[in-house]
């Protein structure tokens, strides 16, 4: 609970105003009660005005019920807006190598713990209601039969503790189901990556479909269908202990106990009609309980991304004159999940990159070319030594804009169609000549808010679009992870004869990680890799 509050004391007057409206819609709920109550003790009260009464109170309790939920529904907004735009940030803003590893844990974590959360938010207000309907109710029965009523809070107490039994394996439950369910959106987000592949081959998907997916939801399944029953166990056994608890007094004060029956006769009906008020009751705080393991998901993976997050604001000198732009020192680097066996530790490694050439990176498939780029582009952090940008070193307080001196194509790199980011200016002079250097005119144009009309492409001409961008971001470092590993020869030829001598031209440094040996003429520089020392 005291989570919720701390999402809400931003909108502590919005909250203030839905809690308010839910307690007066609780109070008109046990007037209404009341005058039934009243009513059936004496008929002759049942007048014009007991009439007005109750439809006026249960008008009231209505509409102020519904205006409740209207307030809570504003904070169950904002609050989803805020909490998926921090952890959003957050994961942008943490290192990359870090997000790299974990990023199969963020996307249920933003997408389904946010939203039970903001679903219990929802539920405060009912909570309310019947919390204030049962109180409400139970201080005017123990005023008119306090002995009665001390009976039925011995059934209360019993229901409570039945709860507080039940509550910590609803908890073990409801963690063992949010792991499964934490495989179970990777196995459907690699389902989307290799549509291809399951789609073609039928043992392969029979297999995916129902040892892979279906395990992990079977076994996710389970602990919520466990977790389920206890909910219902819990909120069943209230009704049955009320029901008991009128049947054994019923039968009792027949024979055994010398007891007034039309005491009885009163008080039950107002018992009976605010027992499924007890069953929400007791069903909310076991969902509070629930709703503790999803802020334990955004919790822990906050803390941890924090421990990884980058909140450098100084800029470095950009007119600072170096030969080389950029140079390594020493540097080492090993993967987060490789550290404690013996794989490929890269480096160490000193070398320099040379202000306004084009350097070639080459070397066998697994030399570290890739995390060679990933180290100098500032996305991987080194485990030693430390990168040096025109004679200043790169620290933790200056690594974002350091990252942003680059213009960088991976393999996997992902096209954005948007290009509002980019300088209007330089778009309007320079991209329609660039869609046509690379011959795509006749497949995408810029429209008015600069995205691209299409990103539905072939292969090929999808790694072109994206060498546009690329070309278009007008930065001081190209990097380009063999993008032309995908292009027929006519347009490697214009890769590498046209587009690389004409962004040196225009006083750029170019990296290129290539397997092409035929253009190795164009370097000006040639690195070799082996595992992940250079060789020349
Ligand atoms: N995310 C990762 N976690 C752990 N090890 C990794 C990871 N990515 C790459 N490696 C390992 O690091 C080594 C270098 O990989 P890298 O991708 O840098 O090679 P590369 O030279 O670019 O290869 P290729 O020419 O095949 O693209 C390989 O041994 C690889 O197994």
Redesign the pocket.
């Known amino acids: 609970m005291k989570q919720i509050f701390a999402l809400v004391k931003n909108r502590l007057g919005l909250f203030i105003a839905g809690c308010i409206t839910a307690l007066t819609a609780g109070l008109c709920t046990a007037k209404v009660i009341d005058y039934i109550n009243s009513g059936l003790k004496n008929q002759e009260g049942i007048t014009t005005e007991f009439l007005i009464g109750i439809v006026g109170f249960s008008l009231a309790a209505a509409s102020i019920g519904v205006l409740s939920s209207y307030f809570v529904s504003k904070i169950n907004i904002i609050i989803v807006r805020e909490l998926t735009k921090k952890l959003v940030r957050k994961t942008l803003m943490a290192r990359y190598e870090y997000i ?2 974990v990023s199969d844990k963020v996307l249920p974590i933003i997408t389904k713990d946010i939203s039970d959360i903001s679903n219990f938010v929802d539920r405060i207000p009912t909570f309310l209601i019947a919390a204030t309907a049962v109180v409400g109710t139970l201080v005017r029965l123990f005023i008119i039969d306090a002995q009665l009523t001390s009976y039925f809070f011995i059934v209360f107490g019993l229901q409570t503790l039945l709860v507080i039994i039940l509550i910590p394996k609803l908890k073990r439950y409801t963690r063992i189901s949010v792991r499964f369910r934490n495989f179970h959106y990777r196995n459907l987000g690699n389902m989307v990556a290799g549509l291809k592949e399951l789609s073609l081959n039928k043992e392969k998907r029979n297999h995916y479909l129902g040892e892979v997916i279906s395990s992990d939801m079977n076994q996710m399944n389970s602990a919520f269908l466990k977790g389920r029953v206890t909910n219902g166990v819990s909120q069943r056994v209230t009704d049955l202990l009320i029901f008991l608890f009128v049947g054994i007094f019923m039968y009792l004060s027949i024979d055994y106990l010398d007891f007034d029956f039309e005491r009885f006769k009163i008080f039950l009906p107002i018992i009976l009609f605010v027992t499924p008020y007890f069953a929400k009751i007791s069903g909310f705080f076991q969902d509070l309980k629930s709703v503790e393991v999803s802020f334990e998901q955004i919790n822990s993976i906050s803390s941890e991304i924090d421990q990884f997050s980058i909140s450098s604001q100084k800029k470095l000198q950009k007119d600072a004159s170096h030969s080389d732009i950029v140079a390594l020192e020493n540097i080492s680097y090993q ?4 550290r404690h066996d013996n ?2 530790t ?1 480096g160490p490694l000193t070398m320099g990159i040379k202000t306004g050439k084009i350097t070639f990176i080459i ?12 180290i100098l582009t500032g996305l991987y952090e080194p485990k030693t030594g430390h990168i040096v940008y025109k004679g200043q070193k790169v620290s933790e307080e200056n690594l974002i804009d350091y990252r942003n001196q680059f213009s960088a194509y991976f ?1 996997d790199s992902f096209t954005f169609g948007q290009l509002g980011y980019i300088d209007k200016n330089h778009l309007d002079k320079n991209a329609a000549g660039t869609i046509q250097l690379l011959e795509m005119q006749s497949k995408v144009q810029l429209d008015a808010n600069y995205n691209f009309s299409t990103t539905n492409l072939s292969f090929g001409q999808i790694s072109r679009l994206s060498l546009i961008t690329k070309i278009l971001e007008d930065k001081e470092i190209y990097l380009f ?2 993008w032309a590993a995908n292009q027929d020869p006519y347009f490697k030829k214009i890769f590498y004869y046209s587009i690389l001598p004409e962004l040196k031209r225009n006083g750029k440094t170019v990296i290129v ?1 290539s ?1 092409d040996e035929k253009y190795f003429d164009v370097a000006d520089e040639i690195i070799e ?1 082996q595992e ?1 020392m250079t060789l020349k």
């Open positions: 790299e590893a993967y987060l999940e490789s794989s490929l890269f070397g066998g498939n697994g030399s570290g070319k890739t995390t060679f780029a990933k393999a992870d063999e990680i397997h890799l992940g």
